[in-house]
């Protein structure tokens, strides 16, 4: 708990939401590539999102298009 309030002394709210916007379009451009690569399925790609902590139902809506 004390580095995540080390962060918010560092770091306004609005560089932290640009932190974490940057981190997730890196992990999101890695596990689309991972996807498109063959290396997950559309099962392990949502797992994947699932682990990073987003509710399974919303990465699923990302993904409706994949048959």
Do not use: F, P
């Not at 002394?9 to 991972?34: G, H």
Request: charged share 30%; aromatic share 12%; hydrophobic share 35%.
């Amino acid at each position: 708990m004390t580095n995540i309030l080390r962060w918010h002394d560092t770091y306004t709210e609005n560089e932290l939401e640009n932190i974490l916007y940057n981190m997730m379009e890196c992990v999101s451009d890695k596990l689309e590539n991972d996807y498109c690569c063959g290396i997950l399925d559309k099962t392990e790609l949502i797992q994947e999102w699932v682990k990073i902590g987003i509710h399974k139902d919303e990465a699923e809506s990302w993904y409706e298009w994949i048959d």
